[in-house]
T-cell receptor
Framework: GAVVSQHPSWVICKSGTSVKIECRSL??????MFWYRQFPKQSLMLMAT?????????EQGVEKDKFLINHASLTLSTLTVTSAHPEDSSFYIC?????????FGPGTRLTVL | GENVEQHPSTLSVQEGDSAVIKCTYS??????FPWYKQELGKRPQLIID?????GEKKDQRIAVTLNKTAKHFSLHITETQPEDSAVYFC????????????FGQGTELSVKP
């Protein structure tokens, strides 16, 4: 139980394009999902908290107009990186809360050329 | 703001020895402390967690201790095996913020056969 999927697992895009990443809870409903970014050999940095049916809450320093989050259902949250630039290249991981425990998706490696 | 400090950043042990990783937290309202194991390029996997109403929890070769007064908690791995090699992250819940976690910096554990 408590399986979280993420799609795509990797993506390469040109600078200036937008990329959408999906996070799904497969066997439970998640009113709250979280989006993290992880640079090589670094810890998980929380970007935002995604709540079903309401606006996401962004951490300090994270541009909400650049990282658009939509949590349209109890099993799906999406992160769209708009006008991506090379500095946005990173490993993006989502997590979903189930009985107060966070379970992580497999991550999406984004490379912006 | 809230903070979690994790030590050491790297740890190398011989197979069969014990490994100990320590974390301290700043938010006195934290009440949930999970530990995650992350292999290279993979998702963080929950290995054990503890809540503030207990001081110790054990699961086979893994144990976690919590000292709420001192605001620190530790992960203990006994009889280490090469497959225990990974990066380990501690985390602490942020009080009254819907399951948000703040992560430590990570410990790269290497178990030498």
């Amino acid at each position: 139980g408590a399986v979280v999927s993420q799609h795509p697992s990797w993506v390469i895009c040109k600078s200036g394009t937008s990329v959408k990443i999906e996070c799904r809870s497969l066997d439970f409903q998640a009113t709250t999902m979280f989006w993290y970014r992880q640079f090589p050999k670094q810890s998980l940095m929380l970007m935002a908290t995604s709540n079903e049916g309401s606006k996401a809450t962004y951490e300090q320093g994270v541009e909400k107009d650049k990282f658009l989050i939509n949590h349209a259902s109890l099993t799906l949250s999406t992160l769209t990186v708009t006008s991506a630039h090379p500095e946005d290249s990173s490993f993006y991981i989502c997590s979903a809360s189930y009985t107060d425990t966070q379970y992580f998706g497999p991550g999406t490696r984004l490379t912006v050329l | 703001g809230e903070n979690v400090e994790q030590h050491p950043s790297t740890l190398s042990v011989q197979e069969g020895d014990s490994a100990v990783i320590k974390c301290t937290y700043s938010d006195s309202a934290s009440n949930y402390f999970p530990w995650y194991k992350q292999e290279l390029g993979k998702r963080p996997q929950l290995i054990i967690d503890i809540r503030s109403n207990v001081g110790e929890k054990k699961d086979q070769r893994i144990a976690v201790t919590l000292n709420k007064t001192a605001k620190h908690f530790s992960l203990h791995i006994t009889e280490t095996q090469p497959e225990d090699s990974a990066v380990y992250f501690c985390a602490a819940s942020i009080g009254n913020q819907g399951g948000k976690l703040i992560f430590g910096q990570g410990t790269e554990l290497s178990v030498k056969p």
